[in-house]
């Protein structure tokens, strides 16, 4: 559709002006793409993504109180049409900030129809519309998934309902996703269950559940092999809400399930923190349990606030917490060709259009200065030393080589300490460690 409408008029394409005056907030001060850190631009460590969702189809709705956003792109109709406008609005934001990737939900971007073959029309129509987009400005999908927890049909569940048809219009939903996914040249495929769970144990079968969610997986996998999808499979780990206990409950979880049902090589993890610290761990835990197990794929970067006890998706704005987060994304290569997918939104009452703006700059520049002090770290080695001094015994003694090997036996850990007594226990200088990490913030 030919359409010649500036969304966010006055606002030009965002600048790195590292001598930027605190009060001039339409630039970069600390996101530099193109400086090198670590042998690598910061636009690759960074890979800088936008959800559709929050960003396009928010309306700062809340349990309490009406919408207050006022989007232009936002009509009380919901046409093809319509759904077309809002791609141009949001990638005329995608180049203006200058992000290198966007995600989104199938049922974001093209209205439901009275039935799967209107809404798979639907939505054909509207990715050939974003396909055009994508050519033209460059930006890619770093992922897309379905919603499968907002229509009432999946009020159950999708892949855990207890309902066939439900199950089978699940799959008929994700076949499309897929497939869409592909001709946009997604480089990776999420599954967020926010319905896969259970609100009351007496209504619940949990292992019949969670062996039909397994089987959906490798119809998913199988599928994806079938049309010859190259992007990589994400699930993404969050302990409660919608449903009282989420089967997904965390990176551990994930991990544990992925492996009990054989489909560990075909999957990694999709962390967000907010969920992480929802299921009572600190912010960056899920991340480094992901990564120690080679499964983090990407991250939804975010954050929340802890004493409120719900899903906030709030922009990550503390140097500290995400700092932690690229010391772990450092230590593996990277996250491609996952990203730092900005899965937040403005608050109520950030009601401006420079008020979305400000919100991810914010973020990525806290990501930038956390990038550059998790490079010192890892540069300096000095936390990285006294870690490997904390474990020196596994590898510097016969009895920890044969510990770590796995050649030792009871019998030979019983003779060890017989023969050398009670273990020596040095200090775990935890406040040492928190205070050489913030020396380099």
């Not at 910061?42 to 960003?55: A, K």
Request: aromatic fraction near 12%.
């Amino acid at each position: 559709m030919a359409e010649k409408v500036e969304y966010f008029p006055g606002i030009g394409k965002i600048q790195y002006c590292p001598d930027a005056p605190p009060t001039e907030t339409l630039c970069f001060k600390y996101y530099n793409p193109s400086e090198v850190i670590l042998g690598k631009p910061m636009s690759d460590w960074l890979r800088f993504s936008v959800v559709f969702w929050h960003t396009f189809r928010g309306t700062g709705l809340d349990p309490f109180g009406a919408p207050t956003l006022s989007r232009a792109w936002n009509r009380p109709a919901e046409t093809v049409d319509d759904a077309k406008r809002r791609l141009n609005a949001a990638f005329e934001f995608f180049t203006k900030l200058g992000v290198q990737f966007y995600t989104f939900h199938d049922r974001d971007i093209a209205p439901e129809g009275a039935s799967l073959a209107e809404t798979n029309a639907n939505l054909e129509a509207v990715v050939e519309h974003a396909l055009e987009l994508q050519q033209r400005t460059g930006v890619q999908l770093l992922w897309a998934t379905c919603n499968l927890f907002s229509n009432p049909r999946y009020m159950h569940g999708a892949a855990t309902s207890p309902l066939a048809e439900v199950f089978a219009y699940a799959g008929a939903q994700v076949k499309k996703g897929l497939e869409v996914a592909k001709k946009l040249g997604a480089l990776n495929y999420v599954f967020w269950g926010g319905r896969e769970g259970y609100a009351s144990l007496l209504n619940t079968r949990l292992r019949e559940e969670l062996d039909h969610m397994a089987n959906f997986f490798r119809m998913v996998v199988a599928y994806k092999k079938k049309i010859g999808f190259t992007g990589q499979l994400l699930i993404e780990p969050k302990p409660k809400e919608p449903t009282s206990h989420q089967y997904d409950y965390d990176a551990m979880t994930v991990i544990g399930f992925l492996r009990t049902y054989g489909l560990q090589e075909e999957f990694k993890l999709n962390i967000e923190p907010n969920h992480t610290t929802l299921a009572g761990h600190c912010h960056e835990h899920d991340i480094a349990m992901a990564s120690a197990f080679g499964c983090l794929g990407s991250v939804d970067a975010n954050t929340g606030s802890p004493e409120l006890g719900w899903d906030t998706d709030q922009f990550p704005m503390s140097v500290r917490d995400c700092t932690a987060v690229m010391r772990y994304v450092l230590a593996q290569g990277g996250l491609a060709p996952g990203g730092l997918n900005f899965d937040c939104k403005v608050r109520r009452e950030s009601t401006s259009l420079t008020d979305m703006f400000a919100a991810h700059i914010g973020a990525m520049d806290t990501f930038a200065r956390g990038l550059r002090c998790a490079a010192k770290m890892q540069q300096d080695g000095v936390l990285d030393g006294l870690v490997a001094t904390r474990y020196a015994s596994y590898r510097d003694s016969e009895l920890g080589r044969s510990i770590a090997d796995g050649t030792a036996t009871l019998e030979s850990l019983e003779a060890h300490i017989l023969k050398h007594g009670e273990p020596e226990v040095p200090s775990g200088q935890q406040e040492t460690f928190e205070l050489i990490f913030n020396r380099y913030l």
